[in-house]
């Protein structure tokens, strides 16, 4: 059974950082690409990042473009997104998961909250 456990988040001052972990099981991970989404309160999840399976390749939104790095560790079975520079604006639940699943219902871990303010 596909699981995702995400860990990390927590409430930051603007500014601040924080390292968000995603620990994966019941499928191949090193083969898989994987993904970061979050869902900010009263909207749309929206996709934030996305890794192939070998780290080669690295895409992110332009609105965390230079800020976040999604990194993966392949023994471990874990995908990681390194937040810095934070603003309010990136308050959210952050959920790993594959890529394209934006819109299913089914499937999700628990995410981690993050919350940006002073």
């Known amino acids: 059974q596909v699981q995702f456990v995400e860990s990390g988040g927590g409430l930051v001052q603007p500014g601040g950082s924080l390292r968000l972990s995603c620990a994966a099981s019941?499928?191949?991970?090193?083969?898989?690409?994987m993904s970061w989404y979050r869902q900010a309160p009263g909207k749309e999840r929206e996709l934030v990042a996305f890794?192939?399976?070998?780290?080669?390749?690295?895409y992110a939104i332009d609105s965390v473009k230079g800020r976040f790095t999604i990194s993966r560790d392949n023994t471990k079975n874990t995908v990681y997104l390194q937040m810095n520079s934070l603003k309010p604006e990136d308050t959210a639940v952050y959920h790993c998961?594959?890529?394209?699943?934006?819109?299913?219902?089914?499937?999700w871990g628990q995410g981690t909250q993050v919350t940006v303010a002073s």
């Open positions: 998961n594959f890529p394209g699943r934006k819109y299913r219902q089914d499937g």
């Open positions: 019941g499928f191949s991970f090193s083969t898989s690409v």
């Open positions: 890794i192939n399976s070998g780290s080669s390749a690295t």
